[in-house]
Nanobody, 126 residues
Framework: VQLVESGGGLVQAGGSLRLSCAAS????????MGWYRQAPGKQRELVAT????????NYGGSVKGRFTISRDNAKNTVYLQMNNLKPEDTAVYYC????????????????????WGQGTQVTVSS
């Protein structure tokens, strides 16, 4: 299974980028997919998730109203449209495909599967 992100780069504040994540090796149409990001010296944080049918979307507080997640199950691809980018959006963005929750161990969730891409760098200059 492989998740390959693309679309990152350098952009000025106020600009836009569109990230893509193409999945191969299995189909993820029945499960949620999402985007997370990690800035230097910080923990990985949620950016956005989307359910299998695309009806339910969840966003991290700092990106609400600026970012939009979408998916094309026929292409096994999830997208992240990022508008009005800010310098604080600078991070490595990771794609995630996650199966159903199976159990918890020491308070940590364990999923049926939990795949991550290699990440794509987004840098926003002021």
């Amino acid at each position: 299974v492989q998740l390959v992100e693309s679309g990152g780069g350098l952009v000025q504040a106020g600009g836009s980028l569109r990230l893509s994540c193409a999945a191969s090796g299995r189909t993820f149409g029945d499960n949620a997919m999402g985007w997370y990001r990690q800035a230097p010296g910080k923990q990985r944080e949620l950016v956005a998730t989307i359910t299998s049918g695309g009806i339910s979307r969840n966003y991290g507080g700092s990106v609400k109203g600026r970012f939009t997640i979408s998916r094309d199950n026929a292409k096994n691809t999830v997208y992240l449209q990022m508008n009005n980018l800010k310098p604080e959006d600078t991070a490595v963005y990771y794609c995630n495909a996650r199966g159903s929750l199976v159990t918890t161990v020491a308070g940590e969730p364990v999923y049926e599967y939990d795949y991550w891409g290699q990440g794509t760098q987004v840098t926003v200059s002021s």
